[in-house]
């Protein structure tokens, strides 16, 4: 007992002050042994969280690319929709001609604009009350309800096009709309969950309308709202997540510091980084598909697989950036501040980089997929970046935080679509029209990175805290130094290295 003490004191560091210090010798020696013994219920949740999103950018994103096959362009204008420019190069493919696609609905470019930024349309108008029902009424029942309602509302969409544009409209509008409570939600969740030095990787981690609807069953059998409700927790766990992060960021109180979340400038640097960095993710998540039709002559089977490669890369540059960042503040090399500016520079520096260079691969297709697929993998590391920052400056409110910043940074996604639509639609679809949206999304990247990189704090902020029975957060005192380990990683550590 006496060296597994001093390993705990050596390891979390003795200074006064703490969350750890009132933890005891035998709390700790069991919390290390729950890590390996059962499933802890905060990974539970990051996997439901995790299949959850999978749901939600399927049920998001299958418009995206199924309006390239639902699209007739016959009798539509020929400058509009002109050949490919990388159709004849010598290459030994064909495509179907542009102007003889065999879609069954005639919209033009500007209205394949609106209809894509319809699920952002209503996507912007709830997520601050989404922010705040979780803490009303709980995030399982905010996030099981809106997944489950999505669900039909997708089954609907395609009777919905046959009965009239302003029809299919409104469905994915309607879907936007359940879905704007989902990331405020999960914010507010980990909140309560996360353990500060675990904070990137769980909040990071995380037909499609039926597979939706049996996902919602199994979040609301297993997901609960706080560590306190939850009825398989061990006591272990519990005691390890509460005081990691203090216990009025589990509490439910309903009282927002609204002035000070709005006059605060960490704050407005989250909404304007969020929004701009949404600008370069919505234009390629409504774009790519008709850029690869349009320009590079893919062909529809192919455009389905080269588009789904951007969110493969996505996936694997969020899970391991958000473990690098965890690792690089839990061995102190890097303060949280630091490596969150690291991050922010990778995914709001790198994919301007890689947008702007596909200005000078010409009909090189592999160079050109090559470039959209970093440019979207990269962007996707502002996640362990400024993306969980709402969490660290208010954990209390770190769901309303998100609900506010991505209230904003939806409005890219029906703004973009609609500016794009223009452009197409006035100067044709060519390469040249496509340079010049990917010019515009990356001077977005840049001025959002920038702004964050000027703003961003760790520490939590003054008006976040209850009266001033929450202790200091242990991501400041990580800044100033002092590495705070939960009991559950000592854990893991401790078993990695027996091993």
């Known amino acids: 007992m006496e060296s597994q003490a001093e390993a705990k004191t050596s390891l979390l560091g003795s200074g006064s002050g703490s969350h750890y210090d009132s933890i005891s010798k035998d709390h700790w020696t069991a919390s290390k042994k729950v890590s ?21 950018y399927s049920l998001r994103n299958n418009l995206n690319v199924s309006i390239v096959a639902m699209v007739n362009t016959t009798g539509q204008p020929r400058q509009l929709y002109n050949e490919s420019e990388c159709l004849h190069e010598g290459e030994d493919f064909q495509v179907a001609d542009p102007l003889e696609q065999e879609g069954e609905f005639f919209w033009d470019s500007y209205h394949q604009g609106i209809l894509l930024g319809a699920y952002y349309y209503g996507y912007a108008l709830t997520q601050v009350v989404g922010g705040w029902m979780e803490k009303r009424i709980g995030g399982r029942i905010m996030m099981g309800g809106s997944m489950s309602i999505s669900s039909v509302l997708t089954l609907l969409t395609v009777p919905a096009a046959y009965l009239h544009f302003w029809m299919i409209f409104l469905c994915r509008l309607l879907i936007g709309m359940c879905h704007a409570f989902v990331y405020p939600t999960h914010h507010g969740m980990w909140g309560k969950w996360a353990p500060p030095l675990e904070r990137s990787k769980l909040l990071s981690f995380s037909t499609s309308g039926i597979v939706c609807l049996v996902w919602s069953l199994f979040w609301c ?14 006591d272990e766990e519990k ?19 609204w002035f000070s979340i709005f006059t605060s400038v960490q704050v407005w640097g989250l909404i304007i980084g969020h929004t701009f960095s949404n600008w370069g993710l919505y234009t390629l998540m409504t774009g790519l598909p008709s850029f690869n039709a349009q320009v590079l002559a893919f062909d529809l089977d192919e455009n389905g697989v080269i588009s789904a490669l951007p969110y493969a890369g996505s996936w694997v540059f969020t899970v391991g950036g958000a473990y690098i960042a965890d690792e690089l ?3 102190k090399i890097m303060s949280t501040r630091s490596v969150r500016r690291l991050f922010t520079v990778f995914g709001m520096y790198f994919p301007a980089f890689f947008l702007l260079s596909n200005a000078y691969v010409g009909c090189n297709r592999a160079m050109a997929v090559s470039f959209l697929v970093l440019a979207n993998s990269f962007a996707s590391t502002s996640y362990p970046g400024f993306k969980v920052n709402h969490v660290e400056i208010a954990p209390r409110f770190g769901g309303i935080l998100y609900g506010i910043t991505n209230t904003a940074a939806a409005i890219p996604g029906f703004a973009a679509p609609y500016v794009n639509g223009i452009i197409l639609q006035e100067r044709g679809t060519n390469a040249d029209s496509w340079l010049l949206i990917f010019i515009i999304t990356a001077c977005f990247y840049l001025v959002g990175g920038t702004v964050v990189l000027v703003t961003i704090r760790t520490e939590e902020q003054e008006w976040a805290k209850s009266g001033g029975d929450v202790s200091s957060d242990p991501e400041a005192d990580l800044d100033k130094d002092s590495v705070e ?3 559950a990683k000592v854990g893991v550590d401790n078993v990695v290295k027996k091993l």
């Not at 390996?36 to 939600?56: K, S, T």
């Not at 609960?224 to 398989?232: E, M, W």
């Open 485 to 487: 380990l939960s009991p």
């Open 239 to 257: 005691r390890c997540i509460i005081d990691s992060i203090g216990p009025s960021s589990t509490n439910m109180d309903t009282r927002v510091p």
């Open 221 to 234: 059998l297993l997901i609960h709202d706080t560590p306190s409700k939850h009825p398989r927790i061990t």
């Open 36 to 56: 390996f013994d059962c499933i802890l219920a905060r990974h539970v949740l990051a996997l439901m969280f995790f299949m959850g999103f999978m749901n939600l």
């Open 329 to 331: 503040r839990r061995r």
